[in-house]
């Protein structure tokens, strides 16, 4: 027999992830502006997100302070949390990488910025898959399996990360711009490089109660 009352805590969570990744990707497309050098955004600030990550942190421990759920639907609520943490982590992320580019574009680092511009594009597209895989069917209670298009996705945007990596060696050792500059640049791409590893550790995330039932 179904339970509505869990089934409608659940429903409540998907809600509560969706709107979270919604601000964290309407963020991380403000910094892909900026990448891009897009004056209109010098200091405007990114969202804060951190009322939408507590409504998901309450709606996970509702769920399992009110509706004691099975295993397995508490695995899941348990795995919301984790990917909850993930995402105000990102949004961290993405805030210190927009303020770094504030500083460097102008100096002679703006090329290797603006070549970031190609990565945050793919992780974007990256993102919108991430996105699907906490969505069930309700007749189903495994998750959507999107884990080999993440990982195919993932491998791109790590290509495009060590090709930035590698362009921020190459400006460190032509001594380029002063050592304060080099230090955001490497921060930077140290960032960027974060953002994209969480990312796609999302689906893994909600995948790891699947396969233990």
């Known amino acids: 027999m179904q339970n509505v009352l869990l089934e409608a805590r659940l429903e409540s969570l998907r809600e509560a992830l969706d709107a979270l990744s919604q601000a964290v990707d309407d963020n991380l497309r403000l910094v892909l502006r900026r990448l891009t050098c897009d004056s209109t955004l010098t200091n405007r600030p990114l969202a804060d997100v951190d009322a939408l990550a507590r409504s998901t942190r309450e709606r996970c421990l509702l769920l399992v302070a009110r509706e004691h759920p099975m295993a397995h639907d508490l695995k899941y609520a348990m795995a919301a949390l984790r990917v909850e943490h993930d995402y105000e982590r990102i949004h961290d992320l993405a805030s210190q990488l ?24 793919d992780m974007l597209k990256l993102h ?3 996105r699907r895989t906490w969505q069930r069917d309700r007749s189903d209670n495994t998750l959507p399996n999107l884990k080999p298009q993440v990982q195919t996705m993932a491998m791109g945007v790590q290509a495009g990360v060590q090709d930035i990596q590698n362009k921020t060696m190459e400006a460190i050792s032509r001594g380029e711009g002063s050592p304060e500059l080099l ?13 994209a590893n969480l990312m796609e550790t999302i689906p893994d995330e909600l995948h790891s109660f699947d396969s233990v039932k």
């Open 183 to 195: 230090v955001q640049l490497v921060l930077a791409c140290r960032h960027l490089k974060r953002i």
């Open 128 to 130: 919108q898959i991430v």
């Open 98 to 121: 927009y303020s770094r580019v504030d500083r460097l574009i102008g100096t002679p680092m703006e090329g290797v910025i603006q070549d970031m511009t190609g990565v945050m594009a």
